[in-house]
């Protein structure tokens, strides 16, 4: 499966954003979806996950309450809604997808998208 991460941009400390992830090539409700961040320097941070249901989610802690992750399988698109954000919430953002159950860890997912850098300006 290819993925796209899009949505990505320059905003103001306690703004919105919301990414999106467009699906192409394998039946999209056949994956679990993960969002990841990383700055340079950094390990990739798990931010959310979703199961392809949709009805089983997670978070990182660093997040939490902040956050929506939601899907679309219709439309083959993975959605993360981020309010009042931070200047530490500074990264480029990936989702990324696996087979089977949904997972918080990097390196159980098989399939990842190009990125996209989120700016927060305090």
């Known amino acids: 499966v290819q993925l796209q991460a899009s949505g990505g941009g320059v905003v103001q400390t306690g703004d919105s954003l919301r990414l999106s992830c467009l699906a192409a090539g394998r039946p999209f409700s056949d994956y679990a979806m993960g969002w990841f961040r990383q700055v340079p320097g950094k390990e990739r941070e798990f931010v959310a996950a979703i199961s392809w249901t949709g009805d089983v989610t997670y978070y990182g802690d660093s997040l939490e309450g902040r956050l929506t992750v939601s899907r679309d399988n219709a439309k083959n698109t993975l959605y993360l809604q981020m309010n009042s954000l931070k200047p530490e919430d500074t990264a480029v953002y990936y989702c990324?997808?696996?087979?089977?159950?949904?997972?918080?860890?990097?390196?159980?997912?098989?399939?990842w998208g190009q990125g996209t850098q989120v700016t927060v300006s305090s």
């Open positions: 990324a997808a696996k087979k089977m159950k949904t997972a918080i860890v990097a390196w159980e997912y098989d399939y």
